[in-house]
């Protein structure tokens, strides 16, 4: 039987990266130009600026990968759930034995879907209260400093500074900044930041109001200004700010943070500073309305003075009246005075003839009654004399038989009679039987405080109890 060649032999062989390369080359020619539409998911922005995403549908999923350079000029940050049109080439990772897209261009799929993404976030800010009127600030009416957030070399700053040059000249600080891209949004939010954190007294003076400006565009390139860095940045600016970005008919939300929207750039100065010449035609006015009420005051008051004036009486004829009764009452001034004096004496003497027979009685009477008072002190001096040694006799005499009875209960007695007193160790009496225990110190008091110390030498015998006989009847005491 005849064999089979090996065919398997003929099989060409590849390493791992040959094959690796191969299948990466195959990719990139096959897909170097794609637009792939799909939903971002899992979104990472690297610590070196790349973005990492994965574009996915009902039924596949696709890695995708955005280097810096590229991500620097995407139109649309890329959020989680964004439904977008990723415009790049497919290649593969050769570490992972992966293929991925490099994406180099980012919009979003259609207008419908930036609208919801707009809506949604509009929403979400304004439930936080980003929006409220409460908490917007009043524009001051001329500031002396004006901080304009905006592209150094647009249109939008030669129009404020114009405007502001013909209506009330101010000092302007431009903080340029990019105002569409991937890396405008943090850059206006940072400018918004940065003109906060002036102080009053710096290098540059801080502004008294801030205007963030932009020229007209479609939504996406207005979409910077819907970052929701941008709107919590106006909202929480400490200095009043007017927003002007885009045409009157483009909104976007940090309309809704900022204290005051313009329709245009242009509006904004507008909106900042009053029209010199017509403030000072007004003050002017002002001063002529002034100075006529002024004039118109004085004459209404002058008038009314004279009105009054004519009401009072001539103040010369009244002057010689007052003058002539002063004159009266000078000269009846003295002899007024010598009438009262006389007056007064004649009262004075009427006082005096019915004060004197009171007092001559009242002194009878008090003269009566002190003699009759020394009298009674008299008497009752003399009961004192007598009564005195009566009752020194009788308190004496009580004395005595008191003694005599405190005498009689003195222990000193009993022992003159021929009883002895008895005391312990302590010195306390003794005063039965037992108390006696064999051993003891014990003292014999006799008559005249003699003493002798004794020994007990045995104890008091138990004492008897008084039984009644078996029968009933009085035991014997003995």
């Given amino acids: ?113 930036l609208l919801k993404l707009l809506e949604d976030r509009k929403r979400k800010l304004a439930a936080e209260g980003l929006f409220d009127a409460a908490r917007k600030q009043k524009i001051p009416f001329l500031p002396e400093v004006i901080g304009v957030i905006t592209s150094p070399t647009g249109a939008v700053i030669r129009d404020i500074l114009h405007r502001l040059a013909d209506r009330f000249p101010r000092h302007v600080l431009l903080w340029p900044v990019a105002v569409q891209g991937d890396q405008a949004a943090q850059q206006i939010a940072d400018a918004i930041d940065g003109f906060n954190a002036f102080t009053t007294h710096g290098l540059l003076p801080r502004p008294d109001l801030l205007i963030v400006a932009r020229g007209g565009g479609s939504l996406e390139d207005l979409w910077a200004f819907n970052e929701e860095v941008v709107v919590r940045a106006a909202a929480a600016s400490r200095i009043p700010l007017i927003s002007a970005v885009g045409h009157e008919t483009d909104t976007t939300l940090i309309d809704y943070a900022a204290d005051l929207r313009a329709p245009t750039p242009t509006g904004a100065a507008e909106m900042a500073v009053p029209v010199r010449s017509e403030l000072r035609l007004k003050t002017l006015d002002l001063d002529r309305r002034q100075l006529a009420a002024m004039h118109r005051l004085v004459a209404e008051r002058k008038t009314r003075l004279e009105g009054l004036a004519r009401g009072l009486p001539d103040p010369r004829r009244r002057l010689e009246e007052l003058a002539q009764r002063l004159d009266d009452w000078g000269e009846r001034l003295p002899q007024a005075l010598t009438n009262l004096a006389r007056h007064r004496a004649a009262q004075l003497t009427q006082v005096a003839a019915r004060l004197a027979p009171a007092l001559t009685l009242r002194r009878t009477h008090e003269s009566g009654k002190l003699e009759k008072d020394r009298l009674r002190l008299g008497q009752l001096d003399q009961r004192l004399q007598a009564a005195l040694p009566r009752l020194l006799v009788e308190k004496k005499s009580r004395v005595l038989q008191l003694s005599a009875l405190l005498k009689s209960y003195s222990y000193e007695e009993v022992l003159a009679r021929g009883f002895t007193l008895i005391k312990d160790g302590a010195g306390h009496a003794v005063i039965s039987a037992d108390q006696a225990k064999a051993g003891d110190q014990w003292s014999v008091l006799f008559a005249g405080d003699k003493e002798v110390a004794v020994t007990v030498s045995g104890a008091a015998p138990p004492r008897k109890e008084n039984v009644k006989a078996k029968d009933g009847r009085q035991g014997s005491l003995l």
């Fill in 1 to 113: 039987m005849e064999q089979e060649p090996n065919n398997r032999n003929n099989i060409p062989e590849f390493s791992v990266s040959e094959i690796s390369a191969a299948l990466k080359m195959t990719v990139e020619q096959s897909f170097d130009n794609v637009r792939v539409k799909g939903e971002i998911s899992g979104f990472k922005r690297h610590g070196s600026g790349h973005l990492y995403f994965a574009l996915k549908d009902s039924e596949a999923l696709l890695d995708a990968v955005c280097w810096r350079g590229a991500a620097g000029k995407l139109l649309v940050a890329p959020e989680d759930g964004m439904e977008v049109i990723a415009m790049g080439r497919l290649t593969t990772y050769p570490g992972r034995s992966k293929y991925q897209m490099v994406v180099e261009r980012l919009e979003l799929a259609g207008q419908g879907a």
